[in-house]
T-cell receptor, first 114, second 116 residues
Framework: EAQVTQNPRYLITVTGKKLTVTCSQN?????MSWYRQDPGLGLRQIYY???????DKGDVPEGYKVSRKEKRNFPLILESPSPNQTSLYFC?????????????FGSGTQLSVL | AQKVTQAQTEISVVEKEDVTLDCVYE???????LFWYKQPPSGELVFLIR??????QNEISGRYSWNFQKSTSSFNFTITASQVVDSAVYFC?????????????FGAGTRLAVHP
């Protein structure tokens, strides 16, 4: 089944404790991206990747890192999480960078930073 | 500025009513894509429709219809004969060509509650 898999689904952590949210897609998609969803703000793009070893900042990259060592995986790393990073995070992928194909979203990761 | 405005934060209707969700977008680009996504209470995002800027044809899919008007920069979504299962947050989104198609700009979302 074609899908984007995020883990974990829920995560509670404390300020400053490094964490990684994993994202994997099985559709051989070139394009992957991370979004955070906050009430009243919709979804905002954190980082995106057009292909292996090609990543770039979105609108709200501060406090986040990503890597794209393999085509299928695009982990989101919070080196020193802070409470303002408490949010619902979505990973997404599409076949090409042109977005003419629809964007496939993961199920989301609800992160709480205490 | 490139942005998407969904002015209706929450809408509440009774089952079988028709409801229209408004979406107004801003972009300097002449080439862009518009989307609607549904986020049910379970939290996942479900793709509903994609429309490119050169195609102003309205679209109907079952009880759903979309009205794209470039003259007013609007891409409104109508649900006919709403059902409880339509209860969700609905997001309108824009991809402008000037972002190299890499930017997906979301509106803040409209929460629709359909009551029996």
């Amino acid at each position: 089944e074609a899908q984007v898999t995020q883990n974990p689904r829920y995560l509670i952590t404390v300020t400053g404790k490094k964490l990684t949210v994993t994202c994997s897609q099985n559709m051989n998609h070139e394009y992957m991206s991370w979004y955070r969803q906050d009430p009243g703000l919709g979804l905002r793009q954190i980082y995106y990747s057009m292909n292996v070893e090609v990543t770039d900042k979105g609108d709200v990259p501060e406090g986040y890192k990503v890597s794209r060592k393999e085509k299928r995986n695009f982990p989101l790393i919070l080196e020193s999480p802070s409470p303002n990073q408490t949010s619902l995070y979505f990973c997404a992928s599409s076949l090409t960078t042109e977005h003419r194909e629809k964007l496939f979203f993961g199920s989301g990761t609800q992160l709480s930073v205490l | 500025a490139q942005k998407v405005t969904q002015a209706q934060t929450e809408i509440s209707v009774v089952e079988k009513e028709d409801v229209t969700l408004d979406c107004v977008y801003e972009t300097r680009d002449t080439t862009y894509y518009l989307f609607w996504y549904k986020q049910p209470p379970s939290g996942e995002l479900v793709f509903l429709i994609r429309r490119n800027s050169f195609d102003e044809q309205n679209e109907i899919s079952g009880r759903y219809s979309w009205n794209f008007q470039k003259s007013t920069s609007s891409f409104n979504f109508t649900i006919t004969a709403s059902q409880v299962v339509d209860s969700a947050v609905y997001f309108c989104a824009l991809i402008p060509i000037s972002g190299g198609y890499n930017k997906l700009i979301f509106g803040a979302g409209t929460r629709l509650a359909v009551h029996p």
